[in-house]
């Protein structure tokens, strides 16, 4: 008897000593490294954002993210370092995955992604770091360090829209998401200040949408109220595809050399082109945004990546992290960036813009004003 109570127990021992070495193989089997122990320009290179903002980032995405609850569940560490690892460089997830500092499979990338993006897009997150000016002392401020720049009267923003690539979507309206270029992209319009940060962003709309569109639609009522109530001195800079507006102020057309016209096209130009170079830090800084990176992803989740990258971004331009630190990869050097900038057109084809449009007039004599005081030789 006792020798039967023997075996049974060294058989137990044998049966617990095989799950204690086959739960340390699944637990420990793709080891990784921590990557906060690299160095500085090292986890700038791969995660864009220095240590202290990855903290930053952590301790607001906290409360969002599920905790884990078992020895191998991913902790909220790995987790964000994961998605920002794959907004710098929208490897494939596979390809994630197997890197040293994060070393989970590629199901666990998918999931972090979704989980890290839904967090991001949360109206707390997003109202805190993409917002435009909250009230008159932020605008005039705003207003103020546009024209102590760029001499340019009146401006608080810079308006344009920029392509982003996704994968052909399995829905009926896929048609409409072929841009005018020939591939499937969401048409993200952004506003920026001159310091590259954005004020706002619109994901909503398919890569056939047009600029103008896009703006008369837009939820930026606000500035149209300011005119409204007499606050008039305040305006957006927009290219030739947009509709002249006292709110909204574009190129002269057909103006002529050596005319204040021309100096003011100039002026604005040279001012505008603000938002030209957000557009290219955006998409440098997270590179899966570039057109030759297509997110594969539906496109309501790439509509939260790319306002996850938006925030990261302000993120970024609030704390001083400059663009000149981002280590570029080659293959970037021979990559035509879709800015979606439509070329300086004679006519506006907009069908709220006629001689006849009461809007249409307030925005040429304030143009007029502007060029008679700013822009006529003395």
Known sequence: MAGINDLVHYNAINVIREAVVLAHRRYRRYPFNDAFEDSDEQFVKLYRLPKPLVQELIDNLDPYLIFPTRVSALNITRKVLCALRFFASESYQWDIAKHMNHAISQTSVSKTIQEVIGALNRPELVNRYVHLPRNMAELVQLREKFYRRHKFPGIIGCVDCTHVAIYPPQVDEEVAYVNRKGY???????????????????????????????????ALHHIQNLHRNGHTSFAFLGDSGYAL???????????????????????????????????????????????????????????????????????????????????????DQYVNIDYGIYPEVAEINDNYCRAGNPELVAGRRIQQLIIRNHFYRN
């Open 245 to 331: 507006r006292p709110w909204m102020l574009t190129p002269v057309a057909n103006a002529q050399p050596g005319t204040p016209e021309e100096l003011y096209n100039q002026r604005q130009s040279s001012t505008r082109s603000i938002i030209e170079r957000c557009n290219g830090v955006l998409k440098l800084r997270f590179r899966c945004l570039l057109k030759h990176r297509v997110l594969q992803y539906t496109p309501q989740t790439s509509c939260k990546i790319i306002n996850s990258c938006v925030i990261l971004h302000n993120m970024c331009i609030q704390n001083g992290i400059a663009p000149i630190e981002l280590g570029y990869d080659p293959e």
């Open 184 to 218: 499937h992209s969401i048409n993200v319009q952004l506003i920026c200040d001159l310091d590259l940060r954005i004020l706002n962003v619109g994901t909503r709309y398919p890569g056939s949408s047009h600029d103008s569109y896009i703006w008369n639609n837009s």
